[in-house]
């Protein structure tokens, strides 16, 4: 049985395009969650002032891929120490962020974060929000898989 889980880790272009490339992600789409509208567009996202992340919601299989190992990975996707920003894309919609399905996903995270911090490896504080999945609005076709139809292979670190 698949398991779901959202992360938010800036562009989201790259975000899915990174875990589309793990064994286990079954399923990836690119949307906007973490807000207060309904139904936002892409537009209304990029101004600022719904609240919303970009995201990647997933589904994945727990025989094939922990969600531990996705935590590892998004983790490693993006810089956990910048707020509300990812290389040049700068705003609250580009923040990092898990938003959390399960306690157990919630406890995980959280563990993850601050073994992290404790490492010393982000090299600063961690800022990730981590927090209850609220409803994800699908963004737009022309985002979906945006590099597997347009080409490019990440807009992050």
């Keep these: 049985m698949l398991e779901k889980a959202t992360f938010a880790a800036g562009c989201f272009w790259g975000v899915q ?6 064994p286990g992600v079954e399923y990836t789409e690119v949307g906007y969650t973490g807000g207060a ?3 936002p567009t892409y537009d209304q996202v990029s ?3 719904t609240g919303h992340a970009e995201a990647v919601q997933l589904e994945y299989d727990p025989d094939k891929i922990s969600y531990e190992e996705l935590l590892d990975a998004f983790w490693k996707m993006h810089d956990p120490t910048q707020l ?3 290389g040049p894309d700068i705003g609250s919609n580009y923040r990092s962020a898990i938003f959390y399905h399960t306690d157990e996903q919630r406890d995980l995270a959280e563990q993850s974060r601050d073994a ?4 010393g490896k982000s090299g600063r504080h961690v800022v990730t929000e981590i927090k209850p999945a609220e409803e994800f609005w699908r963004a737009e076709e022309y985002h979906q898989k ?4 347009h080409g490019g292979d990440s807009c992050h670190i």
């Design 17 to 22: 395009d990174a875990f589309d490339k793990l």
């Design 37 to 39: 509208s309904k139904d």
């Design 47 to 49: 101004m600022g002032n």
């Design 84 to 86: 509300n920003r990812q």
């Design 116 to 119: 992290l911090e404790k490492s």
């Design 146 to 149: 945006y590099f597997e139809k």
